[in-house]
């Protein structure tokens, strides 16, 4: 619900006099009418009613009942894009569509687009080049969001990042040049939130959230040179103007088996979920096969659900699993034709033992295939599992097969304060993608400090944001490359039976890897 406050409306002359009278009866010594007394302490209720309203309504100031959500239990190395194929659960508001919010120094400023007729939007070549803009100008950051998805889940998230990120602003020194604008995308508004961006002279676009939406906002705003910072993890919708912000499969995959190789573990086998995510993390897979130290014995793809990873961990079991018979250990002649496949023509050659299982999911997914492998008699005292950073979840811990496992997730002392202040300052639990609002936010910052600090015309271009030196943000170290996608310090995490420990610290001072450097370039 919207609770909107408008402008005052003009005082009369009527009025004005009627005030001044007031004020003039109660100075004069010689009144003596009570009549003209009560006009007097009237006029000046008056002006103190008006004056009262005045401050405090001086523009157009809105204030936006926020859902009131719980932690959802998003990790920030979820991928974005698959939310987006969530079901609906709940209608939005008919009245929260076609509006747009815009945060500085505190306030929120109310517009309502219905009054903008499509002929105006967008029109109109921006009046300055937004690759040069003095230090001393205010810069207009756009954020674009589907903060009226027709989702619950889809619409609390945004506005959780949109929090977030005026809480980043809040945080950082100089912040007053900054104007936060957001525009909702969703309901196929994505090109009219852009075209509504350019006619507001956006500087840069923070967003949109889902890959979706990117052509569609790059077709508008690149050929003013108007970087965009979206949320997606699609790696293939990067470059010309956009770079990633979310988690890409590639640098989790790539930190995961590089810390197992760097500990002995050559022979892997991966269980990846059918779909676009389960695609990109097969793909380098493949790419990191090419090393000579990596042997993947076999890539398992399953559909979600429990019905396909109870189907594709059967095979898998039938195949590769040690069972027992009257006490004694064999192994599948499946699984012996298997091996045979694997080995060389030399004698000497000793066969391939799977020594790590890589399970490429979160959540129920995760908890299904953890079920079916410790049913199967998985034995992970042999066989290390591995994972992404779906792992960073409470289900995880419901597993007891799943301990002692490891996996890559964001880890910083910023991000429990982060929780805590987001908490405390909004009232409700932000999830772990919320932070990404606050490091692109912060991100931004950091390059409008820069540009004040050398008196640099040059703010938002492509050597600024491909800085080699990135950015620190809530969620650690991360830095932008050329081709649009990201690079980021993520940890190495071990499950235990309620918590995650942190068995290698996420680095402050190099994104390099030891392994895998070049297969993951």
């Known amino acids: 619900m919207l609770y909107i406050t408008k402008y005052i409306q003009p005082v009369t002359s009527d009025v004005l006099l009627y005030i001044c009278y007031g004020c003039i009866t109660l100075n004069n010594a010689h009144c003596t009418s009570w009549g003209e007394i009560l006009k007097g302490f009237v006029g000046l209720l008056y002006t103190f009613m008006c004056a009262t309203v005045f401050v405090s309504c001086g523009s157009n100031i809105m204030t936006v009942n926020i859902p009131q959500s ?103 020194q100089g912040g007053g040049r900054i104007r936060l604008v957001l525009y909702d995308t969703a309901s196929g508004a994505a090109k009219v939130a852009a075209q509504d961006a350019l006619h507001d002279e956006a500087d840069i676009i923070l967003g949109p959230l889902f890959a979706e939406n990117l052509d569609v906002v790059r077709g508008v705003v690149h050929k003013y040179k108007i970087p965009v910072l979206s949320f997606s993890t699609e790696s293939g919708k990067a470059g010309n103007g956009v770079y990633l912000m979310g988690f890409i499969p590639k640098q989790e995959v790539c930190k995961i088996m590089d810390y197992a190789l760097l500990r002995g573990y050559r022979n892997f086998v991966i269980f990846a979920q059918e779909g676009r995510y389960g695609d990109a993390v097969v793909r380098i897979m493949d790419k990191i096969a090419d090393n000579p130290e990596v042997n993947i ?59 790590a299982i890589l399970l490429a999911d979160g959540g129920k997914n995760l908890q299904t295939l953890a079920a079916y492998l410790a049913y199967n008699d998985l034995d992970t005292k042999s066989t290390k599992l591995l994972g992404l950073g779906g792992w960073k979840s409470d289900i995880t811990h419901r597993e007891s097969i799943l301990r002692g496992g490891w996996f890559v997730a964001p880890h910083s002392l910023y991000l429990d ?92 001072k190099s994104f390099a890897l030891d392994f895998l450097s070049q297969e993951c370039h």
Not at 327 to 353: H, Q, R, V
Request: hydrophobic share 30%.
């Open 417 to 508: 304060r982060f929780y805590a202040d987001f908490d405390r300052m909004y009232g409700y639990a932000p999830t772990e993608l919320s932070a990404l609002g606050y490091d692109a936010m912060a991100a931004v910052g950091v390059m409008v400090a820069e540009q004040e600090k050398y008196q640099d015309r040059h703010l938002f271009d492509v050597r600024r944001i491909t800085d080699n030196n990135g950015f620190y943000g809530v969620m650690g170290a991360f830095r932008f490359n050329y081709n649009g996608e990201n690079d980021r310090n993520l940890a190495v995490l071990e499950v235990n039976k309620d918590s995650f420990s942190v068995v290698e610290k996420a680095s402050r």
């Open 70 to 172: 719980e932690d959802r239990g998003l990790s920030g190395s979820q991928d974005i894009d698959t939310i987006n194929n969530s079901e609906t659960s709940k209608t939005v508001d008919e009245q929260s569509k076609n509006i747009v919010y815009a945060w500085n120094q505190g306030d929120i400023v109310y517009y309502n687009e219905n009054s903008r007729s499509d002929s105006d939007v967008g029109t109109g070549t921006p009046v300055r080049n937004k690759d040069r803009k003095s230090a001393s100008s205010v810069i207009n950051v756009a954020l674009l969001l589907p903060t009226g998805d027709t989702r619950e889940l889809v619409r609390d998230l945004s506005w959780s990042i949109y929090e977030a990120a005026r809480m980043a602003l809040s945080d950082m």
């Open 297 to 355: 014995i076999e890539t398992v793809r399953y559909s979600s659900g429990y019905k396909g990873i109870e189907t594709a961990v059967g095979e898998y079991a039938s195949v590769y699993m040690i069972s027992e018979d009257d006490g004694e250990e064999e192994i599948s002649e499946a699984y012996e034709n298997e091996l045979e496949n694997t080995m060389s023509d030399t004698p000497d050659t000793i066969e391939p033992k799977i020594d």
